[in-house]
């Protein structure tokens, strides 16, 4: 025998139906990439479930970084056999990916990149982020260390400049960095950019938006 269930008419059903219809939409709800303009040479890199789209010049590599070094690993080997100018930057990626990195992308020569990492800071305020980063920067031997207030994703950031040296398979090469600095809703967005030339690194910064 099927059991029966009392039908349910006038508002209750109507009270109801709208509830299934508002517990439908949240569970069929995918999270979407916001939108950016790319100036002309460049391209829109973006993703939804990170919440953050970019610009970078359309010749540049885009490398899938990976908090599993073993998956990174199989892509790394990829780009590295396509173009061998990669394996030196490549090894900075593979940290990267484990330290919080959600986008990075390379020049053709593997000399300049742009990264951007996202976290769940133990600071509170965006101060203290860059204390603490000016401290770390120290320790790794960077010089000319300077910042200054700006602008990030339409939000109020915090702008470095540094000079760092990086070993490559060249032997070590100082490199200049813009790094900037935002806090919004608890998490922290780094976006830094080494090696490229200013009015590139500016247009890369002036495209970022975050969701």
């Known amino acids: 025998m099927t059991p029966t269930r009392p039908r349910t008419s006038g508002p209750a059903a109507a009270l109801a139906v709208a509830l299934l219809l508002m517990i439908a939409a949240a569970c069929g709800s995918n999270p979407t990439a916001p939108t950016t303009t790319a100036p002309a040479g460049f391209t829109v890199m973006s993703s939804a479930k990170d919440g953050y789209a970019l610009a ?110 990086n070993d490559t398979d060249a032997g070590r090469v100082v490199n200049d960095v813009v790094q900037y600095h935002l806090l919004q809703n608890k998490k922290a967005y780094i976006l830094s950019v080494s090696a490229v030339p200013t009015p590139v690194g500016n247009a890369i910064a002036d495209s970022l938006r975050l969701s």
């Open 56 to 165: 970078v010049p359309s010749d540049w590599t885009p490398v899938p970084l990976s908090i599993n070094p073993a998956v990174f690993d199989k892509t790394a080997n990829s780009l590295r056999l396509a173009n061998p100018k990669l394996a030196s930057i490549l090894n900075q990626a593979r940290v990267l990916g484990q330290s919080g990195g959600v986008f990075m992308a390379v020049t053709p020569d593997g000399t300049g990149n742009v990264n951007l990492t996202v976290d769940k800071p133990k600071e509170k305020t965006v101060d203290q982020i860059v204390a603490n980063t000016i401290a770390g920067l120290k320790n790794l031997d960077a010089t000319d260390i300077a910042q200054e207030p700006a602008t990030l994703a339409g939000k109020p950031a915090v702008k470095l400049t540094f000079r760092i040296p």
